[in-house]
């Protein structure tokens, strides 16, 4: 046997031994750590220990009411049990710092059905697949926010249109880099607006606060010529209004969009020369996080949240057996007080979270905005 073999079969006796699969009410694959004490399955001091303390904090730290007592006694309930699930998350993602987010209050359903949002459409007619980029001269250490073509950490509310953050992010990198022009574009006009297309064709279509796709959404801007400035057509956090897409306020369009295949080398390359890309991942682990870099021992690759890729670092800071862990930088739509002030660095490698698996680019066309 190789060593190759032997390794494998001792990473997967580990794994086996650490983690079972459980199945919730809707159907959705949720990991459980195994601990030998059972301490992480119990309602120990370990765990509960000042609860209640914690979440009078969490709740004034973050604005939290509720309607009744009987509301406040169920998602006490909730934050208990959360505070169990980070810690199982951070027995399956040591890298990582993982405890009490804003969504701690949120059981895993709801949490996904107001934050999360990514649908998984058919691809455009017209996403093209990226060239080959060559790789041998790229930076170790790569960062969009450092050359200026990252606006700043946007909040989708309780609303599933984290698709239109991850798409007019990389439109504003792109027309950035068209036009040495850096402007905040409109997520309501997708959430609004971008609703034309043959369900047949594409099994579904971009629906607000429902779920969206980014390279559907590109294809949306392509066809009505481009998107307004946030400013002109602000976020509201719903879809109950109609579409008001003027297009004499156009502040940037699209010439074109690419879809960048599975490989971490040819992502980065197209990253360092095409500006900020669309990207699609499994946010299980998101809901807890608080810092360090992701790299779970195993997590799902089905993709159900629109993030923006602005960068990537060869080290990351966390504990000192990961610290040279090579991780992506990602610009999350949650607001900046959730994970490093809004945004969540996860390890390169081994497409942890299905990260490399739905990555697209966007060029703008170059003229400048309104």
């Not at 109609?242 to 969009?257: G, Q």
């Not at 682990?285 to 790299?295: A, D, E, I, L, P």
């Not at 602005?310 to 057996?321: L, Q």
Request: some cysteine.
């Amino acid at each position: 046997m190789d060593r190759f073999s032997l390794l494998f079969l001792l990473l997967s006796s580990v794994v086996a031994s650490a983690v079972v699969f459980d199945v919730n009410s809707d159907g959705d694959p949720l990991i459980r750590q195994v601990v030998s004490d059972g301490g992480v399955e119990e309602d120990s001091d370990d765990h509960l220990l000042n609860a209640e303390h914690h979440f009078t904090l969490f709740k004034s730290k973050y604005g939290k009411t509720y309607a009744s007592q009987e509301e406040h006694d169920y998602r006490l309930g909730v934050f208990k049990a959360n505070l169990r699930r980070a810690k199982r998350h951070q027995l399956l993602d040591p890298s990582a710092v993982h405890g009490v987010t804003k969504f701690s209050d949120l059981t895993p359903s709801e949490f996904r059905r107001q934050y999360l949002g990514l649908k998984p459409l058919k691809l455009p007619a017209d996403a093209q697949k990226a060239p080959i980029l060559p790789t041998d001269n790229l930076p170790d250490d790569f960062d969009w926010r450092d050359h200026g073509a990252v606006t700043g950490v946007k909040d989708q509310g309780s609303c599933g249109s984290c698709w239109s953050f991850s798409a007019t992010g990389a439109l504003e990198g792109a027309h950035y880099l068209a036009t040495g022009e850096l402007v905040s574009l409109s997520e309501q006009q997708l959430v609004d607006c971008d609703h034309e297309c043959d369900p047949q064709q594409y099994g579904a279509c971009d629906s607000g606060c429902n779920g969206g796709l980014m390279t559907s959404a590109f294809e949306y801007t392509l066809k009505v010529g481009g998107l307004e400035r946030e400013k002109d057509y602000p976020y509201i956090g719903n879809d109950r209004g109609p579409c008001k897409f003027d297009k004499t306020k156009i502040a940037a369009s699209v010439s074109n969009f690419s879809v960048i295949s599975v490989d971490e080398d040819q992502i980065a390359a197209n990253l360092v020369k095409h500006g900020p890309l669309a990207v699609g991942i499994n946010a299980v682990f998101m809901q807890t996080y608080m810092g360090g870099v992701s790299c779970p021992y195993i997590c799902f690759r089905t993709l159900d949240h629109g993030v923006l890729l602005v960068g990537y670092g060869a080290a990351g800071y966390s504990p000192i057996r990961f610290k040279d862990k090579p991780f992506w930088i990602i610009k999350n739509s949650w607001g900046a007080n959730w994970g490093e002030d809004g945004y969540y660095k996860i390890c390169r490698g081994r497409n942890v979270c299905g990260v490399d698996s739905m990555v697209s680019s966007v060029a703008a066309l170059h003229t400048k905005s309104q």
